[in-house]
């Protein structure tokens, strides 16, 4: 069982914040993934030899998954609805990391335009493809849908809300916020619902980085219809779009890599930008930000930014900031 990743103090926006670091859980399973998948590393399943999963070649939740069937002694088999070519010619990040554990990666796009016995004009999306081709012949596969956005997902968060709870405890803390950034929300969901079922006074707020604050409460009703046990989500000036390069979440990441700690370049620069905008609202109460891991992807995404926004900001005269980024944060 993998808990108890450690608490550090972090100096931002002239507050102190402490940053649970879950990106230390583990050396090959750590992060927001680890957790939401812990349920699946903790239980046995008898007669199983073999994860299949399915999302983006790129995601965190695909180096999660092959890291999980490596502990276990799994096979692992990931589809995707495409890869593109420069990932295949130059592997990096995610996608590197899981070939290099074993994993297969499926293109389901070749693999239905090479079988013929597919009807082409039917358009599967990996889920479907995999429930209704793959799973019937493979009575040993374990099928863990997209991201884990599903009650499983509860087992591993609540690990993760009372290891807080502990260590709010043992400070003496008897309020405390936590903010994390949410995707699917799940994460969120699950922490908050467990304090406020337990009658603490920890309370979680977040921002919706993937789609907007309208998609997040729905992914938290799904879950928990009870919204009296939603997390508080804190809205963004601007809406920003998922995967997006923008300057200012390249500067925001240039200024918390800054503190030594390495942040990912998806979900960390909008939460901290939103953290700031809500930090001198509130009032004396500790705040904690959860460091969900997914450093893998920097990999992917600071070539992108050095690309996009590298030449103009060595221009004026911040190329010392780039080198620091590129040897802290690759
Ligand atoms: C997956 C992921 C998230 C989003 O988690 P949800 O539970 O879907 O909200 C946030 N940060 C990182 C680094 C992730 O890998």
Redesign the pocket.
């Known amino acids: 069982m993998l808990a108890n990743s450690p608490v550090e103090s972090f100096s931002f926006a002239g507050r102190e914040i402490f940053l649970k670091r879950d990106d230390l859980l583990h050396p090959g399973f750590s992060?927001?993934?680890a957790r939401?998948f812990a349920y699946f590393l903790d239980q046995e399943f008898a007669g199983v030899t073999k994860l299949i999963g399915h999302g983006s070649a790129q995601a965190?939740?695909l180096y999660s998954l092959s890291a999980l069937a490596k502990l276990k002694g799994w096979q692992c088999d990931f589809y995707v609805d495409h890869i593109a070519s420069h990932v295949l010619t130059l592997p990096t990040g995610n996608y590197a990391a899981a070939i290099a554990n074993g994993t297969r990666v499926i293109d389901l796009s070749s693999l239905i335009a090479a079988n013929p016995f597919v009807q082409r004009e039917l358009k599967w999306t990996c889920h479907e493809y995999i429930v209704q081709q793959v799973l019937p012949a493979e009575p040993n596969a374990l099928f863990i849908p997209e991201?884990?956005?599903c009650q499983y997902?509860e087992y591993g968060v609540n690990q993760l809300a009372a290891e807080i709870e502990t260590w709010a405890m043992q400070q003496g803390m008897t309020d405390l916020k936590v903010f994390?950034?949410?995707?699917?929300?799940?994460?969120?969901l699950f922490l908050n619902q467990y304090f406020v079922r337990q009658q603490s006074d920890i309370r979680v707020l977040?921002c919706a980085?993937?789609g907007g604050d309208a998609y997040l409460r729905q992914q938290f009703s799904m879950l928990n219809p009870n919204s009296a046990e939603h997390p508080q989500i804190l809205n963004a000036d601007k809406k920003y779009h998922f995967g997006k390069l923008y300057p200012e979440f390249y500067a925001m990441w240039l200024r918390i890599c800054a503190s030594g700690v390495q942040f990912?370049l998806?979900?960390?620069p909008l939460g901290f930008i939103v953290l700031e905008k809500y930090l001198p609202q509130w009032d004396a109460s500790p705040v904690m930000y959860i460091h969900?891991?997914?450093l893998l992807?920097n990999e992917t995404m600071l070539p992108r930014y050095l690309r996009k926004f590298g030449q103009s900001s060595s221009a004026h005269g911040e190329k010392h900031l780039l080198s620091d980024a590129k040897t802290l944060c690759v």
């Open positions: 992060g927001n993934k939401k965190n939740s991201g884990g956005r997902a994390l950034p949410a995707g699917t929300g799940t994460t969120a977040t980085v993937v990912e998806l979900y960390d969900q891991g997914g992807g």
